[in-house]
Nanobody, 125 residues
Framework: EVQVVESGGGLVQAGESLRLSCTAS????????IGWFRQAPGKEREGVLCIGNGDGATHVANSVKGRFTISSDNAKNTVYLQMNSLKSDDTAVYYC??????????????????WGQGTQVTVSP
């Protein structure tokens, strides 16, 4: 069974850090691209960061550049989203998604085949 599961969301204060985890199962992890997306109430879904597990190449949205990083532990089939210097604007439901094409990663949600259920991140001012 193919599964993508996020964890690690929660409530933090502005300026603090949080790390989200995305664990994928049911496919060959090394061939995947994993993307992190977020959606705040009343706003469109936004691509945040992605990583191609084959070559490790990443893409990052300007809105989080310098604050968020992405890393992959292929042995654990897990990708991490490290979020530092959080702002209230970062409040959203964060989703992890897997792209099985093996062509590398992109921040376009339409390219991704499997999505997690989402995890809430709330940043208080």
């Amino acid at each position: 069974e193919v599964q993508v599961v996020e964890s690690g969301g929660g409530l933090v204060q502005a300026g603090e850090s949080l790390r989200l985890s995305c664990t994928a199962s049911g496919f060959t992890f090394d061939d995947l691209a994993i993307g992190w997306f977020r959606q705040a109430p009343g706003k469109e879904r936004e691509g945040v960061l992605c990583i191609g597990n084959g070559d490790g190449a990443t893409h990052v949205a300007n809105s989080v550049k310098g604050r968020f990083t992405i890393s992959s532990d292929n042995a654990k089939n897990t990708v991490y989203l490290q979020m530092n210097s959080l702002k209230s604007d970062d409040t959203a439901v964060y989703y992890c998604a897997a792209d099985l094409t093996g062509l590398g990663c992109a921040l376009a949600g339409g390219l991704y085949d499997y999505w997690g259920q989402g995890t809430q991140v709330t940043v208080s001012p």
